[in-house]
Each structure stands twice: as structure tokens, then as C-alpha cells.
């Protein structure tokens, strides 16, 4: 196996020159590192990178937190991230905390016992004053969240005013009796858009059709579970508001299965425009999260932390959405800002 000064003889250079170019360090002649590179490249050397990072007191890694990989819109969002993050050089670790509160603080014990060097978190479940300490071992981004009083960089779409544009427009079609099903009220993201939709009764002097079924919704049988209690129990529902497209997939089909008509019977509203938004007949009214450019901002402000260490701010980048609108409310594409 080639060493370092096998590429030093090989390139008629010092070892230390060698070594600079290696690790990437400036004041080395463009014509050098070409003759480095290229007597690598003949002798097939590979850099220790495990010796480079531990010189450099950096691992190239960091962890992303988040519920589930399961959820489509999460491993978009992971895929995103993972392909950013290999272009700046550095690895990934998933960490599905599964909402267990315990689970997400020994996954930030990663940054406390330097295995990683930054954390997104795509979720939060504890208080912020359990996760600040943390703040001191290295830099961590939310992403989808808003956590108030949180001072680091937050990415994010405003979800409070997504849901109240979706709800707008249910009550635009006529709907009289809406429902919201949220993915659970322990979410601030849930929480969020549940103040989206009640300002949107409000203002319009409607109330909200509550059962008990309508929380902790994520999957297509939720979805289902959910229409037949409602059926069952609000018989006079017209409109709903899911926070996820696998949801309304799940009230549309069992709804055809019921007599139902979709959106005659009853309106449906998706979140995320995940691409069963489009397979389904009626194809689905969803809001659209510009997911990719959101994974690729993130790592991009972590890493920018990572590798220009200070002290982190409140930094809030707040994305656009869009309100995508099919056949499950009967509209045209409406933009929301």
C-alpha cells in the first residue's frame, strides 16, 4: 500500500508539501497540488481520513434527527440534506427519535461527546432549555419547526398561515362544517396549524367539528379510521383539513367505499404534495413545502457554523408555500406567499 512518501518521491516534493496539499491547507503552488493530485492518482494513495479528522478535531459528520423515515415528506427531506452534505464533504447519521422525548436527547449526547459535529433536529419534543445546553458542544439548525426563544438558525414554512389559506378555500367551496386532523397536538407544526385553521372558522363565524379519532393522524388507515368516525359521528361534515396527503388518500378511498363524493359530499384538503397528491382519483388539493430547497439551506447554515465557529443567533429563514388545487376541492392553482 502506497504511503505519503511514496506521492513525495513520486511528485519530487517534500513530505510536508505533501501533507499541506492532503489536507487542503492554503500557501501551496497551484502546480504542486497538480503534481500531488496526479502522483495519487498513479499510485492509487488514499488519504487517512480518519487520522485527517482527528488532526483536524472535526469528524465530517452530522446527525439529523427526525420522527420517522417512513413519512414521505422526511425522507425527501433526508435525501436533500445527505446529497448537500456529501458535496461540502461531509457525512450523515439518521436518528428517528420516533417522538420519544428521551430518544432525542441521547441523540444530541452525539454533539456532547464530539461524535458529531452539528445536529439538525426536523422535529423537537423537549423543552428548548433542555436542549440550549447542548448549544455549547457545536451548532444545531431547526428545520420545519419554530421553536420561540430558540437563538439558532430556524428553516422553516410558516404553517399557521398555510392552514389558514387551505381552510380559506374549503370555506370558499361552500364547506359549512369543517374538521381538522392533525398529526398530534404535541407538534408545534400540529399546533401551529391548528391556529391557521380556527383563525379561518373564526373569522368566517363557523366552528369546528371535533372528534376524538382526529389526532395522532399520520398513515392512509388513519385516514380511513377517521372518515368512518366522522360518518358515524358528524354526519353533516362537508370539508377537512389533514396534515398529510397519506391521510387524505385514506378519507378519499373509504369515502367511495361509503357513497360518498369527493368534493361534492365532502371536501379534502392534503399537506406536502407527496405524489400520491396526484395517483389518487380525485387527485388531491395539497400544500406544497419546497422541501429540497429547504434540506439544502440547512445544511448549507450548518455546515457554514461548522467550519466558521461563533456564536449562534435567531435567524429565521422562512420559505414560500403553495396551495396546489385539484379535483378533491374543485379549484384552480392558487399562490400563496
Given at each position: 500500500?502506497?504511503?505519503?512518501?511514496?506521492?513525495?518521491?513520486q511528485?519530487?516534493?517534500?513530505?510536508?508539501?505533501?501533507?499541506?496539499?492532503?489536507?487542503?491547507?492554503?500557501?501551496?503552488?497551484?502546480?504542486?497540488r497538480?503534481?500531488?493530485?496526479?502522483?495519487?492518482?498513479?499510485?492509487?494513495?488514499?488519504?487517512?481520513?480518519?487520522?485527517?479528522?482527528?488532526?483536524?478535531?472535526?469528524?465530517e459528520?452530522?446527525?439529523?434527527?427526525?420522527?420517522?423515515?417512513?413519512?414521505?415528506?422526511?425522507?425527501?427531506?433526508?435525501?436533500?440534506?445527505?446529497?448537500?452534505?456529501?458535496?461540502?464533504?461531509?457525512?450523515?447519521?439518521?436518528?428517528?427519535?420516533?417522538?420519544?422525548?428521551?430518544?432525542?436527547?441521547?441523540?444530541?449526547?452525539?454533539?456532547?461527546?464530539?461524535?458529531?459535529?452539528?445536529?439538525?433536529?426536523?422535529?423537537?419534543?423537549?423543552?428548548?432549555?433542555?436542549?440550549?445546553?447542548?448549544?455549547?458542544?457545536?451548532?444545531?439548525?431547526?428545520?420545519?419547526?419554530?421553536?420561540?426563544g430558540?437563538?439558532?438558525?430556524?428553516?422553516?414554512?410558516?404553517h399557521?398561515?398555510?392552514?389558514?389559506?387551505?381552510?380559506?378555500?374549503?370555506?370558499?367551496?361552500?364547506?359549512?362544517?369543517?374538521?381538522?386532523?392533525?398529526?398530534?397536538?404535541?407538534?408545534?407544526?400540529?399546533?401551529?396549524?391548528?391556529?391557521?385553521f380556527?383563525?379561518?372558522?373564526n373569522?368566517?363565524?363557523?366552528?369546528?367539528?371535533?372528534?376524538?379519532?382526529?389526532?395522532?393522524?399520520?398513515?392512509?388507515?388513519?385516514?380511513?379510521?377517521?372518515l368512518?368516525?366522522l360518518v358515524?359521528?358528524?354526519?353533516?361534515?362537508?370539508?377537512?383539513?389533514?396534515?398529510?396527503?397519506?391521510?387524505?388518500?385514506?378519507?378519499?378511498?373509504?369515502?367511495?367505499?361509503?357513497?360518498?363524493?369527493?368534493?361534492?359530499?365532502?371536501?379534502?384538503?392534503?399537506?406536502?404534495?407527496?405524489?400520491?397528491?396526484?395517483?389518487?382519483?380525485?387527485?388531491?388539493?395539497?400544500?406544497?413545502?419546497?422541501?429540497?430547497?429547504?434540506?439544502?439551506?440547512?445544511?448549507?447554515?450548518?455546515?457554514?457554523?461548522?467550519?466558521?465557529?461563533?456564536?449562534?443567533?435567531?435567524?429565521?429563514?422562512?420559505?414560500?408555500?403553495?396551495?396546489?388545487?385539484?379535483?378533491?376541492?374543485?379549484?384552480?392553482?392558487?399562490?400563496?406567499?
Amino acid at each position: 500500500m502506497p504511503t505519503i512518501e511514496d506521492v513525495a518521491k513520486q511528485a519530487g516534493l517534500s513530505r510536508t508539501t505533501v501533507s499541506r496539499v492532503i489536507n487542503d491547507q492554503p500557501y501551496v503552488a497551484e502546480e504542486k497540488r497538480q503534481r500531488v493530485k496526479e502522483a495519487m492518482d498513479l499510485l492509487g494513495y488514499v488519504p487517512n481520513s480518519s487520522a485527517r479528522r482527528l488532526r483536524n478535531q472535526k469528524t465530517e459528520t452530522i446527525a439529523i434527527l427526525l420522527p420517522n423515515i417512513t413519512n414521505p415528506f422526511f425522507s425527501h427531506l433526508i435525501e436533500a440534506m445527505e446529497i448537500k452534505a456529501s458535496a461540502w464533504g461531509y457525512r450523515v447519521i439518521i436518528c428517528q427519535t420516533h417522538e420519544d422525548e428521551k430518544k432525542e436527547l441521547d441523540y444530541l449526547e452525539l454533539l456532547r461527546t464530539k461524535q458529531v459535529d452539528g445536529v439538525i433536529m426536523t422535529a423537537v419534543r423537549n423543552e428548548w432549555s433542555k436542549i440550549k445546553p447542548y448549544l455549547t458542544y457545536g451548532p444545531i439548525v431547526l428545520c420545519n419547526e419554530n421553536v420561540r426563544g430558540a437563538n439558532l438558525p430556524v428553516v422553516y414554512v410558516d404553517h399557521e398561515q398555510a392552514a389558514y389559506e387551505a381552510t380559506r378555500h374549503l370555506i370558499q367551496q361552500g364547506c359549512r362544517h369543517l374538521a381538522y386532523l392533525s398529526g398530534g397536538n404535541d407538534s408545534i407544526v400540529a399546533q401551529n396549524r391548528q391556529k391557521g385553521f380556527l383563525k379561518a372558522l373564526n373569522q368566517s363565524g363557523l366552528s369546528p367539528v371535533l372528534d376524538e379519532k382526529m389526532e395522532g393522524a399520520y398513515t392512509i388507515d388513519h385516514g380511513r379510521d377517521v372518515l368512518h368516525s366522522l360518518v358515524q359521528h358528524h354526519p353533516n361534515v362537508d370539508g377537512v383539513f389533514t396534515g398529510s396527503d397519506e391521510v387524505a388518500a385514506g378519507m378519499i378511498h373509504e369515502a367511495k367505499q361509503l357513497g360518498l363524493r369527493v368534493p361534492d359530499d365532502l371536501a379534502v384538503v392534503g399537506f406536502d404534495n407527496q405524489a400520491i397528491s396526484l395517483l389518487m382519483s380525485p387527485s388531491i388539493t395539497t400544500v406544497e413545502q419546497p422541501v429540497t430547497e429547504m434540506g439544502e439551506h440547512c445544511v448549507e447554515t450548518l455546515v457554514h457554523y461548522i467550519e466558521h465557529p461563533s456564536v449562534l443567533f435567531r435567524q429565521e429563514i422562512v420559505f414560500r408555500h403553495q396551495l396546489l388545487v385539484r379535483d378533491s376541492t374543485q379549484q384552480r392553482v392558487t399562490m400563496i406567499s
